[in-house]
């Protein structure tokens, strides 16, 4: 079965200092896999996502991950920390045939310090 | 232009009462669902609808009834509310249910209480 395991439930990172948020799956087949973003009171957002091909993804707000099979991981990176970066992250993974179905992390709150 | 709203943004509400969340995507999109999210921030899929064809039913109870009027809308009524249903429900929306078209679009999510 598909599973999403977000290590961290808490990080608090200084402003401008790099951020480096983990995410491990487990998946039988090349997944598919999401970063969410969930600012309080919000919808989430996406991020970025990776399917195939360039195991390093950019995506919005300066966010980039890296896909790597041997770890089973797919950690999320900014070089530099913004206070509007505050909120949590989520991780997800998706799979052919399942009905557009997502299985989610339990999510990383992310603190800024000024 | 919000592309995928639900109404309404907060539900409070007694044990027994039957209560109805909207969803509606501008977007032009095939899929949507309902996801819900516990108090602490777990999400989990509830349904999935391709083109009003219900696809997922991740073993919700039955109390809990989507309705897909057409693809466009996709609406959660739940019978009998229990105190166990207090959650965040979210909306969301995608282009199709293939994996590489997944990129969802969220609703903003409605607060349920049941006091």
């Known amino acids: 079965a598909q599973s999403v395991t977000q290590p961290d439930i808490h990080i608090t990172v200084s402003e401008g200092a790099s951020l480096e948020l983990r995410c491990n799956y487990s998946y039988g087949a090349t997944p598919y896999l999401f970063w969410y973003v969930q600012s309080p009171g919000q919808g989430l957002q996406l991020l970025l996502k990776y399917f195939s091909g360039d195991t390093l993804v950019q995506g919005i707000k300066g966010f980039e991950a890296e896909f790597k099979r041997s770890q089973s991981s797919f950690n999320l990176r900014k070089p530099s920390v913004h206070w509007s970066d505050a909120a949590e992250y989520f991780c997800?993974?998706?799979?052919?045939?399942?009905?557009?179905?997502?299985?989610f992390g339990q999510g990383t709150e992310l603190s800024v310090k000024p | 232009d919000t592309a995928v709203s639900q109404t309404p943004k907060y539900l409070v509400t007694q044990m027994g009462n039957d209560k109805s969340i909207k969803c509606e995507q501008n977007?032009?999109?095939?899929?949507m669902y309902w996801y819900k999210q516990d108090s602490k921030k777990f999400l989990k899929i509830m349904f999935s609808?391709?083109?009003?064809?219900?696809?997922i039913n991740e073993t919700v109870p039955n109390r809990f009834s989507p309705k897909s009027p057409d693809k466009a809308h996709l609406n959660l009524h739940i019978n009998s509310l229990e105190l166990g249903d207090s959650a965040v429900y979210f909306c969301a929306s995608s282009h199709d249910d293939r994996p590489d078209n997944y990129g969802y679009t969220f609703g903003s999510g409605t607060r349920l209480t049941v006091v």
């Open positions: 977007l032009g999109h095939d899929t």
């Open positions: 609808y391709n083109n009003k064809e219900l696809i």
């Open positions: 997800a993974v998706g799979a052919k045939n399942q009905g557009g179905k997502l299985i």
